[in-house]
């Protein structure tokens, strides 16, 4: 991915900590403090330009939500998006790398982490860069709530098909399973602009819901 340089990015991130938080790790097992409630907490890895995530917090006012992007010359497209919604007092941003969520995140902090659009990383080599990789399915168990969920939409087959196994063999519950999810599209699904980019090429859009297994 191609970014564009933003040189006003982080000034306009700074001048707005009540969106994009300044010091995550301070609220590691807290985020109640944030919200100013103890609401579940759903999290986007790799938010993009905020479209998906704004969405979901203006349809569920009940759940908090916290979009995670690491270039700031993508999250602040985010944060336009939610100043322009109102700023939705149930959504937050932050502008960190989804690798290290564990160092904003305790056990329990979490109750669903939802994954759009992800890099595919095709290269065998680069393999443990996916975002379903088992190495990051363990970093997600470790944050979540017992019986966590996983929701994943992307438009590559091979990484879909990947992410199936991945999950699989690390013994999670595949609740649902879309091989074309826009042919009976379902209400509550919120697009994202990349999903709006590919389904308008035909291309088909390919969704999941994985379950961790309860303790």
Excluded: C
């Excluded at 759940?63 to 149930?90: D, R």
């Excluded at 290290?100 to 759009?116: H, I, Q, S, T």
């Amino acid at each position: 991915m191609r970014l564009r340089n933003k040189p006003w990015a982080r000034d306009f991130i700074a001048s707005h900590p009540e969106v994009i938080i300044p010091n995550p790790e301070a609220y590691k097992g807290k985020w109640a403090e944030i919200f100013g409630n103890n609401h579940p907490i759903h999290i986007e890895v790799g938010t993009g330009k905020g479209q998906f995530i704004t969405g979901m917090a203006l349809r569920n006012p009940n759940i908090n939500y916290i979009g995670i992007e690491m270039y700031t010359s993508v999250i602040v497209s985010a944060l336009e998006k939610t100043l322009e919604a109102g700023s939705p007092p149930n959504l937050r941003l932050l502008n960190i790398n989804g690798a290290e969520l564990d160092k904003y995140f305790d056990k329990n902090d979490v109750a669903r982490v939802y994954l759009n659009f992800s890099d595919p990383w095709p290269k065998n080599r680069h393999e443990k860069r996916r975002l379903t990789h088992k190495g990051f399915l363990k970093l997600y168990e470790s944050i979540l709530t017992s019986g966590g969920e996983i929701h994943f939409k992307t438009d590559n087959r091979g990484l879909f098909e990947y992410s199936l196994v991945s999950m699989s063999q690390y013994g999670m519950l595949l609740k649902e399973v879309s091989l074309d999810l826009h042919a009976n599209e379902p209400e509550d699904n919120i697009r994202t602009e990349y999903e709006e980019k590919f389904s308008a090429k035909g291309q088909p859009i390919y969704r999941l819901e994985a379950q961790y297994k309860t303790n």
